[in-house]
């Protein structure tokens, strides 16, 4: 029997029969119906809404199964898998459809004795990841997002980066095998080496091909503290010659973590100076910064792990040898030493804070982009120095990739060039009269990518979203063939990840 849980369903002509008002059976199944619909009708966006027929909360790989079959019985239910619904623009939202609530799986979290990887159920929070392996074994996945409290399926399905991805690329790249629900209803194992093309169509692939039910995920020996570092530029191009320099150098002799982010040249409490000091006994000092400066300055953000037993002088040798070249402003130096989870967890603690002052459940027109490192510099003379000189109310992280580290048989599209920087405007809505509107937002979002359209920059959307199917052929461009053909093999009836808007829904009766 079938355990499945609907916490509501809608009756319409897709079901047969109602055994009873808090039940549906199909073919001797029976889906238990209960409770509400609305938080999977919303995500962290808070931009879009729209209300799934039904939540479903299968606790097997085979009730993800078994729903995506129901759903190939009818000529238009779709079925969106939802990880933790940390999306922007109603990517895990099935308008009128099944939404498949991934975290209900019970699957868990084991690592295996020989220490090398953890298989993890798609629905696991990367934070209960991060727990599991260091409490109990001392070990870490090797890649990882700035925030936590997102699914393995649902970073799986776009990439996955942070500043640990210029050595191990995305979490993307750090997976080895996965299991898979088709769209078809197949439940299939999958690798570089087994059903090597579902392997490389699921990951980046936007939740189109399938729905991941396990990963088996590669770690490494955790280390127990970080020296955290910050530093401040005035200069844009010294800032990318020394965060350039930093990602290219050979393994082992950078720092293992490596990100920037731009900030207002001002005391804005939330866009200006004081988001860059990591302690409140070192505020940030204003009269340091180098005149003439213009209205935004950068930070670079480093990280360096260590065990208890090394000695702190030899960790600050590691570190001077490596900031020794670097053209900071000297004064506008900044760090601590934390544990290596609390760093992990630095995004969690902004999220209590946002939570405590109410705008963490506030809408977030948040806009993610890949630039090319031939573009970085004009895009920081045309829209962060003019039209985000005033900041986005959030971070605005600059850091550079390496495409080198990507493998392109992946579903995942990006810039051309080995260098190509991710821009990420993680905007908050304050309520502060000067503070832009949602709408206002929205329509900066869309004023930057036609700026960047219209200049000519080479670029690619970040958790993309477009409205129509123009906008996905341009966003694939030569890979779109390829990303239809595999559409075409794993989910020809388009039930899976509707909320994307990349293909309709269509039905081939057997
Ligand atoms: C505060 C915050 C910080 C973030 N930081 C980063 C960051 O540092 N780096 C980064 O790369 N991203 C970051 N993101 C973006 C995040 O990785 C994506 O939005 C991700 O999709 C969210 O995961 P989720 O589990 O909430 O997925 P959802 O929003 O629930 O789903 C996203 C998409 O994946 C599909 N999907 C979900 N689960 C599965 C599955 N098991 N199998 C197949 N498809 C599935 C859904 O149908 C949907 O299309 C951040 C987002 C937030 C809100």
């Not at 997102?150 to 776009?158: E, F, K, R």
């Not at 409140?280 to 003439?292: A, N």
């Not at 946002?354 to 031939?374: C, E, Q, R, T």
């Amino acid at each position: 029997m079938m355990i499945a849980y609907i916490e509501r369903f809608v009756y319409e002509n897709d079901v047969e029969s109602m055994t009873d008002p808090e039940t549906i059976e199909q073919n001797g199944d029976v889906l238990p119906l209960h409770g509400n619909v609305e938080f999977a009708g919303k995500d962290f966006g808070g931009v879009q809404s729209s209300k799934p027929l039904a939540v479903i909360k299968p606790s097997t790989t085979d009730d993800v199964a078994k729903v995506i079959r129901r759903a190939s019985r009818s000529p238009h239910l779709t079925v969106a898998a939802r990880g933790n619904g940390h999306s922007v623009s109603g990517q895990a939202m099935a308008h009128r459809g099944l939404v498949v609530d991934m975290k209900s799986v019970e699957y868990g979290i084991h690592v295996d004795p020989t220490g090398k990887y953890a298989d993890v159920s798609g629905g696991a929070l990367w934070e209960d990841v991060l727990k599991r392996c260091v409490l109990g074994h001392g070990l870490a996945p090797r890649s990882w997002t700035d925030y936590l409290d997102l699914t393995v399926g649902g970073t799986l399905s776009n990439a996955g980066i942070s500043g640990q991805a210029f050595v191990f690329g995305p979490q993307t790249e750090n997976v080895t095998e996965l299991e898979v629900v088709t769209g078809n209803g197949d439940v299939l194992v999958c690798s570089s080496n087994l059903n090597p093309e579902l392997f490389f169509s699921v990951l980046g692939g936007l939740g189109q091909f399938g729905i991941i039910t396990r990963a088996r995920v590669l770690l490494q020996p955790a280390p127990d503290m970080v020296r955290w570092i910050r530093v401040v530029y005035s200069e844009f191009s010294e800032f990318t010659r020394d965060i350039e320099w930093l990602v290219t150098r050979r393994e082992g002799e950078s720092f293992d973590y490596v990100e920037g982010f731009v900030f207002v040249n001002s005391d804005d409490p939330v866009n200006g100076w004081p988001t860059v000091p990591l302690d409140s006994d070192h505020p940030f000092d204003p009269t340091h910064i180098p005149r003439p400066a213009g209205p935004v300055l950068y930070c670079l953000e480093l990280a360096l792990h260590y065990k208890n037993e090394d000695p702190l002088s030899a960790v600050d040798k590691r570190v001077e040898r490596l900031v020794g070249g670097l053209k900071f402003v000297e004064e506008l130096r900044f760090e601590v030493d934390v544990g290596y989870m609390d760093f992990l967890l630095r995004v969690k603690r902004a999220e209590q804070q946002a939570k405590a002052n109410g705008i963490w459940d506030a809408p977030h027109p948040w806009l993610n982009m890949f630039v090319s490192k031939k573009d970085i510099a004009n895009f920081d003379r045309v829209i962060f120095k003019n039209i985000l000189k005033y900041g986005v109310g959030g971070p605005m992280l600059v850091y550079p990739l390496l495409r080198s580290k990507w493998d392109d048989r992946k579903s995942v599209v990006l810039p051309e060039g080995e260098i190509f920087y991710l821009v990420a405007l993680l905007r908050f809505c304050f309520p502060y009269p000067k503070a832009l509107s949602v709408e206002e937002m929205v329509a900066q979002n869309q004023e930057i990518v036609q700026n960047c359209t219209k200049n000519g920059f080479d670029f690619k959307l970040y958790l993309p979203h477009y409205s129509s199917k123009e906008g996905w052929k341009h966003h694939f461009g030569n890979q779109w063939t390829r990303f239809q053909e595999r559409k075409a093999s794993f989910d020809p009836m388009a039930i899976l990840a509707p909320g994307q808007k990349i293909f309709q829904r269509n039905w081939q009766p057997s």
